[in-house]
């Protein structure tokens, strides 16, 4: 079992900065996916961006790529998502997902994450 708990969140204005945190506990191991996934009323969760347990293996959603900077210590225990510029329509609750895996690619969807947060609410608005 792995334990996920995510902070950071807030209300923020249009083009603003915010970093959400995501601290992981229990039985982690070496090979790992943790994503960020979020999800606004009334539509799917989505894949933001995500890490493998191998160094430098990032991905990121389109609709924020280049906005948004994912960092990890590889510890197995934390990974940290950076949001700069952010808009309306980043708006939702923010998830941090985690899978056993040995794929160097990190898994975008999250059906394949048995484990993730309570999550966090992002409100972007003027």
């Known amino acids: 079992q792995v334990h996920l708990v995510e902070s950071g969140g807030g209300l923020v204005q249009p083009g603003d900065s915010l970093r959400l945190s995501c601290a992981a506990s229990g039985r982690t191991t070496r090979d790992y996916h943790m994503g960020w996934f979020r999800q606004a009323p009334g539509k799917e969760r989505e894949f933001v961006g995500g890490i493998s347990w191998s160094p430098g293996s990032t991905h990121y959603a389109d609709a924020v790529k280049g906005r948004f900077i994912i960092s990890s210590d590889h510890t197995m225990n934390s990974m940290d998502l950076r949001m700069n510029n952010l808009k309306p329509e980043d708006t939702a609750t923010y998830y941090c997902?985690?899978?056993?895996?040995?794929?160097?690619?990190?898994?975008?969807?999250?059906?394949?994450?048995?484990?993730w947060g309570q999550g966090t609410q992002v409100t972007v608005s003027s």
């Open positions: 997902e985690y899978r056993y895996s040995l794929q160097t690619i990190v898994a975008t969807t999250t059906d394949k994450y048995p484990y």
